[in-house]
């Protein structure tokens, strides 16, 4: 495969898991908000620091208002990492390889850019309840996995797709968990009262994890939280399983058994997804989950980039698109 189709093809597929994770995080941010006290302020500010743009949010904007927070995130083509932006760039990556996607695929992905760029010339953050809108964007961009899961080959361009798709999923779960732990753990005396709950519920919505988790789980508790989002080996939005998920797509692109690795991108994977592996939650929260997780966060960066040297950068004299990450 050439390495400028592979490059669009794995920059889809993080374009797209970036996009649905920003309209979750609003939308439950968004019901968060509802539920919250009268007299206690509104929380937007942890969403902009989960997408590591503050700088950027505080050049154009001196508040946190929902509405201006709500436009940068979602609608704001000057932030590269916005809803519509990631919406855009994935819909650019596919015209250009259009010939490597299915027709079904195409024009799922073209239905769902007009309808955000409807959104945005509608100026849909001033509305009083947005919710309806995110959550079209969310089940049209999970009808797009579904599509491609019943009809792509599971070919190289297959796994490029997983590849980035699961890394920037990892990225986004670390980021969220971080952020929420720190910004909205409430004071000693709220731990376990219901505005406690209403956080810890909240984040594990934000990730689409609160009914299995509860299932698995039972009480609502911090370490148990922290431990199902990036430990645990079953559930598909944990940092653990994404890994592991985005190793085996480097693997089977290189062809390889699984057994060792073949360039310095599986190294890297191989030797994050065994520490997660035999990682334990009382020593993570020991030694302080801000910095474990700011040193996954830069593992992963440092991962993207290894994959973007070994098979981005050494055919057609192609110039890669760089991370856009905070």
């Known amino acids: 495969m050439l390495s400028r189709v592979a490059n669009s093809i794995y920059w889809l597929g993080r374009y797209l898991e970036r996009a649905e994770n920003y309209a979750r995080f609003i939308d439950v941010n968004f019901n968060l908000m509802l539920d919250l006290p009268g007299d206690l302020k509104e929380q937007w500010e942890p969403l902009i620091v989960a997408t590591g743009d503050k700088d950027l949010y505080q050049e154009k904007n001196k508040n946190y208002d929902m509405q201006e927070v709500i436009f940068f995130l979602a609608f704001d083509a000057d932030n590269p990492n916005s809803l519509i932006s990631s919406v855009s760039k994935a819909r650019e990556n596919a015209r250009m390889i259009r010939e490597n996607l299915t027709k079904e695929t195409w024009e799922k992905l073209n239905e769902t850019y007009h309808f955000v760029k409807r959104g945005s010339e509608s100026k849909l953050w001033k509305k009083e309840d947005p919710r309806d809108f995110f959550e079209s964007v969310k089940s049209q961009i999970l009808l797009l996995y579904g599509i491609a899961d019943s009809t792509v080959a599971r070919t190289e361009g297959w796994y490029f797709r997983q590849l980035g798709q699961y890394l920037e999923r990892a990225d986004k779960t670390s980021r969220i968990l971080d952020v929420k732990y720190h910004i909205l753990l409430p004071s ?129 004299n192609f110039v890669s698109q760089t991370m856009e990450q905070g």
């Open 188 to 316: 000693p005396k709220e731990v376990g009262s219901p505005l406690d709950f209403l956080h810890w519920m909240a984040l594990l919505k934000s990730v689409t994890a609160f009914n299995t988790y509860r299932r698995l789980y039972g009480t609502i508790d911090p370490s148990g939280v922290v431990e199902f989002l990036v430990l645990n080996q079953y559930f598909p939005r944990s940092v653990f399983f994404c890994l592991r998920e985005a190793e085996q797509s480097l693997f089977k692109i290189s062809g390889t058994n699984g057994s060792g690795f073949s360039n310095r991108a599986e190294k890297s994977m191989g030797e994050l997804r065994s520490k997660l592996e035999f990682d334990d939650v009382n020593d993570i929260i020991a030694t302080g989950l801000h910095e474990y997780l700011e040193h996954l966060q830069v593992k992963i960066n440092h991962i993207s980039n290894q994959i973007n040297d070994n098979y981005f950068q050494i055919k057609d």
